[in-house]
């Protein structure tokens, strides 16, 4: 199996700045896509940034050009860095991989517990 724990949450006022780190650990044979989700109150979850194991990256329309997606592949971390954030960014920001454990040949979708984002204005 695969673990992913988060961390870089917190309470931020409008215009500031966060990092958000996300640790795979486990029986890892190989991770491809890492991806960043989030979920505000009362809504669904959505994805903020994607990156390939080839370092394509991807974003939503409502974070380009303030969020920046970024990982260390020795380390299996992929990182969130959050610039002029606004209290729209708040919400539960979860990790996601797609990876595939030594004793298996598939490839599976792992989720983080998520870390919380506040945005005060």
């Known amino acids: 199996q695969v673990q992913l724990v988060e961390s870089g949450g917190g309470l931020v006022q409008a215009g500031g700045s966060l990092r958000l780190s996300c640790v795979a650990s486990?029986?890892?044979?190989?991770?491809?896509?890492m991806r960043w989700f989030r979920q505000a109150p009362g809504k669904q979850r959505e994805l903020v940034a994607g990156?390939?194991?080839?370092?394509?990256?991807n974003y939503a329309d409502s974070v380009k050009g303030r969020f920046t997606i970024s990982r260390d592949g020795a380390k299996n971390t992929v990182y969130l860095q959050m610039n002029s954030l606004k209290p729209d960014d708040t919400g539960l920001y979860y990790c996601?991989?797609?990876?595939?454990?030594?004793?298996?040949?598939?490839?599976?979708?792992?989720w983080g517990q998520g870390t919380q984002v506040t945005v005060s204005s």
């Open positions: 486990g029986s890892i044979a190989s991770i491809t896509s």
């Open positions: 990156i390939t194991g080839g370092g394509i990256t």
């Open positions: 996601n991989a797609d990876a595939k454990v030594i004793a298996e040949y598939i490839f599976r979708t792992y």
